[in-house]
């Protein structure tokens, strides 16, 4: 490990960890996942969950996690839906009627922010991950598109992630159909990789971007969206990435580690040096 990376190590105070690939697969938990939780409790380190990932609410993913076996309260959780509506506060701070495509979770997380969900007169249009998409549906919303108001998609993902033998179209998939359709793209994309993301993260728990590092499986979403935060960006072999494509990345990972228990043993000995 680099000497530089290894003070950054000492200086955090906060693990932002993304799910799929990263605490668990298909739904079950790694082994390694509550060892790991239980060692940051030790080490006195805090941490979120935070996925691109806006089919759940935060408070279903906290009920998922607490069936899977470990205790979180919702506010742990960070989706899309967060980081979509930390943009609207920074750069829309003026919007209150919006227009949704997209899950009851990603409605229950707008409304939980303050928003009003709407299909009459809204001020905004916001496109997130439609598992009950309808063509009544993407038809209003191509409508809302065309009317020129700002229109925010929550992530960039082209598909969702699934061992299952099918094809899962996500938010960026939808976003290409309407590109077609209405000749506009989002004017913005909140979720992963947008440092936008942490901002949240960073003002609940009064923290600095040095104080934070990010664990992911993907170099092209968590390790991106760290480094362009100044976070540290934590790569875990788990998942998509392995260590030749890091090796290859025109944006290295800050710090590689096999899984979460070679980060719990180099987070324990910078701590305790
Ligand atoms: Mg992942």
């Known amino acids: 490990m680099k000497k530089n ?3 950054r190590l000492r200086q955090v ?3 932002v960890l993304d799910m799929d690939g990263t605490i668990y697969l298909d739904g079950i938990l790694f ?3 509550r060892p790991f939780l239980r060692s940051l409790e030790e080490l006195g380190l805090g941490h979120t969950f935070l996925t691109n990932n806006n089919s759940r609410s935060r408070a279903d993913y906290a009920r998922h996690l607490q ?3 470990w205790e979180v309260k919702p506010t742990s959780v960070f989706t899309s839906a967060h980081g979509t509506l930390e943009y ?3 750069h829309l701070p003026g919007i209150r009627r919006i227009f949704v495509l997209g899950m009851p979770g990603l409605v229950e997380d707008f409304e939980q922010g303050g928003l009003i969900v709407t299909d009459q007169q809204p001020e905004a249009v916001i496109v997130g991950f439609d598992r009950h998409l309808t063509y009544d549906r993407l038809c209003q919303t191509a409508y809302w598109i065309e009317q020129g108001i700002p229109y925010l998609a929550t992530h960039p993902d082209a598909v969702c992630p699934t061992q299952q033998p099918t094809v899962l179209p996500d938010c960026g998939a939808i976003c290409a159909l309407l590109e077609v359709a209405t000749g506009r793209r989002p ?3 909140p979720g992963k990789p947008s440092p936008e993301m942490l901002a949240g993260v960073m003002r609940q728990n009064d923290l600095q971007a040095d104080q934070l590092a ?3 499986d993907r170099i092209y979403t968590d390790v991106k969206m760290a480094l362009l935060a100044g976070a540290l960006g934590v790569l875990t072999l788990t998942g998509e990435a392995t260590a030749q494509d890091a090796a290859e990345s025109m944006m290295p990972p800050d710090l590689i580690v096999e899984d979460l228990a ?6 324990t000995a910078a701590k305790r040096e």
């Open 214 to 216: 990010m664990v992911g």
């Open 187 to 189: 004017d913005a994309v």
């Open 31 to 33: 082994e390694t996942t």
């Open 5 to 7: 990376t290894h003070q």
């Open 262 to 267: 070679d980060l719990a043993g180099q987070l």
């Open 13 to 15: 105070q906060h693990l």
């Open 88 to 90: 609207l506060a920074a």
């Open 67 to 69: 069936r899977l076996g």
